[in-house]
């Protein structure tokens, strides 16, 4: 059985993103490797990548989602993650970031993959993240940077 990953917005961004070269280095090289995985992302992201300024990077953003499952955001992924923006975990201007979980949570993902070290690939935010799931009776979610699959 292959691992159910989820990606966030910012493994998208970086695959073109040539201004941080080793993350792009490290994106392409796990781009490689997507057969091994069951790959999904959600509409939020497809929304985020929509909002790209540049007309041929957005069809460029857009166009790797291609093939991918892309979950609807349910009014219960909207619930969990006021959950978690009101358990602290996240703040109200780090919504996005807590709808990502909770989109990967309750679509039963496996791992949900980010380059985004400060909102949602640390330890600290990791335990909390879990805690409040154990809490609500949720699934717990691995959360990893591409070059830790």
Known sequence: MKLRVYLDTSVFSAYFDDRV???????????????????????????????????????????????????????????????????GVFTITMRNDALHVAAAVLTRQDILLSWNFRHLVNRTRRAKINETNAFRGLPAIEILAPPEL
């Open 21 to 87: 070269t080793d993350r792009q280095r490290e994106t392409h090289a796990f781009w490689a490797r997507l057969s091994e995985f069951d790959i999904a992302t959600s509409d939020l992201a497809r929304r985020e990548l929509e909002q790209a300024p540049e007309a041929r990077q957005r069809r460029r953003l857009l166009g790797l989602l291609k093939g991918f499952t892309i979950h609807a955001i349910t009014d219960e992924m909207e619930r969990v993650a006021d959950y978690y923006v009101e358990a």
